[in-house]
Structure formats: C-alpha cells, structure tokens
C-alpha cells in the first residue's frame, strides 16, 4: 500500500482532497481512503492532528489536501474583548478544546457549558464549521506550527 509520511502545510497544488472532522484529522497511523478512492496508509513518526489545508504527500508524489468537515459547534463572543478573554480563562480551566479567533471562540456544542457561559454573560450561538482547536503549550496538544515540510509531535 502507498505510504504517506510527510506533511506539508498550505498547499496550492493537489492531487486529491480528504475531508475529516477533528476527531478523525488526530492520527498517526492508519489506512485511509481519498475522497475520490485513493487509498494509502497515513504513516507519521508521531500522533499529529492534520489541519485544514495540509497536505499528506504520498511515496509516488502525489498530493492528497486534508479538509475539515463542517461540525456543530458553540460559538461564544465576549461583550468586550477583556471580556473574551475572562471567557477563554474559564474554557482553558475546564480543559475543553478550542478554537480562538480575534472575536469569539469556537467549541463543541455542550449545553452545560453553553449554560456556564451564558451567566457569565457570553453571548453563544450553535454554528456548524469546520472545527481547528488551539494546541496544548505541552507535548499532549494538538497544535503545531505551519513551515513547508515537517513531521509533527503530539500524543493525545
């Protein structure tokens, strides 16, 4: 079976695509199948969570881009920005995954959180986009850096 080892982040020219949600975008071993029926065996030196936009570069050359498959999602804005900021605190102190932008923080749909959040005054809407939480400043996150060509180095 045809190998991909290597990943290469931002990529312009493909060959195929691959859509997985976050969950299934966190691998380091496991046979996979194209969006379009290429099949090849992902095949990294470490657990790495694949971003949208990736690219896993297969032994024969070819290009296969890695897309996020659209989620449901809590998104959570803050009425100030120091108020978005008191809201990631709580988040990070409950060790839940997420995705922070400029103006709000995106989630997994929780309702016991969505309530939390809602009396400290965040305001929440259920959304379905794909789904790029930040990584863990520890060797257990998921995030990493983009260069061009690099493995990455994350367990669960």
Do not use: C
Request: charged content about 25%; proline content about 4%.
């Amino acid at each position: 079976m045809i190998r991909a080892t290597a990943i290469i982040s931002h990529v312009h020219q493909t060959d195929d695509t691959i859509t997985l949600d976050e969950h299934a975008r966190f691998r380091r071993r496991i046979a996979m199948t194209s969006d379009n029926g290429i099949e090849f065996l992902l095949d990294l030196p470490e657990a790495t969570l694949l971003r949208h936009g990736d690219g896993l570069k297969l032994d024969d050359g070819r290009i296969i881009e890695v897309r996020a498959v659209p989620e449901p999602l809590l998104e959570v804005r803050g009425s100030s920005p120091l108020h978005l900021l008191q809201l990631a605190w709580h988040l990070g102190n409950r060790h839940l995954e997420a995705q922070i932008e400029e103006n709000r923080i995106l989630i997994r749909r929780d309702h016991v959180i969505a309530d939390m959040l809602e009396k400290l005054g965040a305001t929440t809407a259920e959304v379905v986009e794909p789904f790029d939480p930040e990584g863990g400043a520890y060797a257990g996150g998921h995030g990493h850096g983009h260069s061009h060509h690099h493995g990455h180095g994350h367990d669960h």
